[in-house]
């Protein structure tokens, strides 16, 4: 994947270390980005997924409550955090003179 020059690059694995179902399969498919690529790897142990599309920050948190999920992007992308404010303006200070 790594040679293949995507900006995003996601392993997922199973968190009990089994083989990845279809279900597993279907909610990867569900919530990864528009992959480029998928493949399957240790005997359907890992999907390593990469793309050049972002992917939300809350579907990113889906993906990594449920599987052991490694992020290999060059810039790797924030999980997001339930109890930041996602208005990304919110935090600055206004000055006045």
């Not at 599309?53 to 948190?61: A, G, R």
């Not at 999980?79 to 006045?96: D, E, I, M, Q, Y």
Request: hydrophobic share 35%; charged share 30%.
């Amino acid at each position: 994947m790594r040679t293949a020059d995507f900006a995003y690059i996601f392993s997922l694995r199973r968190k009990d270390g089994g083989k990845l179902d279809s279900e597993d399969k279907r909610f990867i498919k569900a919530n990864a980005p528009d992959s480029n690529r998928y493949v399957t790897l240790d005997e359907d142990k890992t999907v390593v997924a990469g793309s050049n599309f972002p992917v939300s920050p809350e579907k990113l948190k889906l993906l990594a409550e449920r599987f052991d999920f490694k992020d290999y992007s060059e810039n790797p992308m924030p999980l997001a955090n339930s109890n930041a404010n996602s208005n990304l303006n919110a935090n600055v200070k206004k000055v006045t003179q």
